[in-house]
């Protein structure tokens, strides 16, 4: 107890619902991710405005243990700098989007966050080691429910799944502090906007399937009906599905 106390005072441990990936073995191959992160958002400083991340978000993306959220077959390539398959024709997120998007989303303590498209739950958890409340909706059942259990088992006791679609959000829990969506969506869904606080963010892919989209951070004035949208970076994002 005393051990833990000490390493929390350091800022080893957070004192945040987090799991904290100590010694697991891939300490080493954390930081190659954490470098490669690094040079990325460097060589990106001219589109994205930003020459280097918060330090705690790269702290959150060294907490987590991202090998536990990649198949079993994928667990040596877990921390390459690179999306990774999970089946059901979904990906789990490169490294650089997850850290970049969750730097734009600036998702401090206590925020509360809607994520639409928990796949493996990756950057629902990397967010949470940040601190904040996160609510994750999936429309894939079999995901949702590893996700779910692949959280609990690990310990991130501050989110929660649902089975849903998320273009409707989750207006239970709204206005959100922030809004994450993790696929491609054809245009901004209105709900999403209208689930956000006066002054919070979204961040979200815009444009055709499987083509190249534009990364969008849409921020939302203090004045009824003012939202301001800045293009950030072109990328390519598995499709939002759904009935909308
Ligand atoms: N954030 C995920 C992670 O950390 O592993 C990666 C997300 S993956 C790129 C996109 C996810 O969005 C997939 O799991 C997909 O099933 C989900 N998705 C697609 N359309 C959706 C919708 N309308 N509502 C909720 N989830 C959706």
């Given at each position: 107890?005393?051990?833990?106390?000490l390493?929390v005072?350091a800022?080893?441990?957070?004192?945040?619902s987090?799991v904290?990936?100590?010694?697991?073995?891939?300490?080493?191959?954390?930081r190659?991710?954490l470098?490669?992160?690094?040079?990325?958002?460097?060589?990106?400083?001219?589109?994205?405005?930003?020459a280097?991340?918060?330090?705690?978000v790269?702290?959150?993306?060294?907490?987590?243990p991202?090998?536990?959220?990649?198949p079993?077959?994928?667990?040596?390539?877990?921390y390459?700098?690179?999306?990774?398959?999970?089946?059901?024709?979904?990906t789990?997120s490169?490294p650089?989007?997850?850290?970049?998007?969750?730097d734009?989303?600036?998702?401090?303590?206590?925020?509360?966050?809607?994520?639409?498209?928990?796949?493996s739950?990756?950057?629902?958890?990397?967010l949470?080691e940040?601190g904040?409340?996160?609510?994750s909706v999936e429309?894939?059942p079999p995901?949702?429910?590893?996700?779910?259990?692949?959280?609990?088992?690990?310990?991130?006791?501050?989110v929660?799944?649902r089975?849903?679609?998320?273009?409707?959000?989750w207006?239970?829990?709204?206005?959100?502090d922030a809004?994450i969506v993790?696929?491609?969506a054809?245009?901004?869904p209105?709900?999403?906007?209208?689930?956000?606080?006066?002054g919070?963010?979204?961040?979200?892919?815009?444009?055709?399937?499987?083509?190249?989209?534009?990364?969008?951070?849409i921020?939302?004035?203090?004045?009824e009906?003012?939202?301001?949208?800045?293009?950030?970076?072109?990328?390519r994002?598995v499709?939002?599905?759904?009935d909308?």
């Amino acid at each position: 107890m005393r051990r833990l106390l000490l390493l929390v005072a350091a800022g080893i441990l957070s004192a945040t619902s987090g799991v904290r990936a100590a010694a697991d073995g891939y300490e080493d191959a954390r930081r190659g991710m954490l470098e490669a992160v690094r040079r990325l958002v460097a060589d990106t400083r001219v589109e994205t405005g930003r020459a280097a991340l918060a330090p705690e978000v790269m702290r959150a993306l060294e907490a987590v243990p991202r090998h536990e959220f990649v198949p079993s077959g994928l667990v040596a390539r877990a921390y390459e700098n690179r999306p990774l398959p999970i089946g059901h024709g979904q990906t789990i997120s490169q490294p650089y989007i997850v850290a970049l998007m969750t730097d734009l989303l600036e998702a401090g303590p206590d925020r509360v966050v809607l994520e639409v498209g928990t796949g493996s739950g990756y950057q629902a958890a990397v967010l949470a080691e940040l601190g904040a409340r996160v609510y994750s909706v999936e429309i894939i059942p079999p995901l949702a429910e590893s996700a779910k259990r692949r959280l609990d088992r690990l310990g991130y006791r501050d989110v929660a799944v649902r089975l849903g679609d998320g273009y409707y959000g989750w207006p239970e829990h709204a206005p959100f502090d922030a809004i994450i969506v993790t696929a491609a969506a054809g245009h901004v869904p209105p709900p999403l906007v209208e689930q956000l606080a006066p002054g919070a963010r979204m961040v979200i892919p815009v444009g055709p399937r499987f083509a190249v989209q534009h990364l969008l951070l849409i921020e939302k004035g203090h004045e009824e009906g003012e939202v301001f949208t800045r293009n950030i970076l072109p990328v390519r994002f598995v499709p939002l599905t759904g009935d909308h």
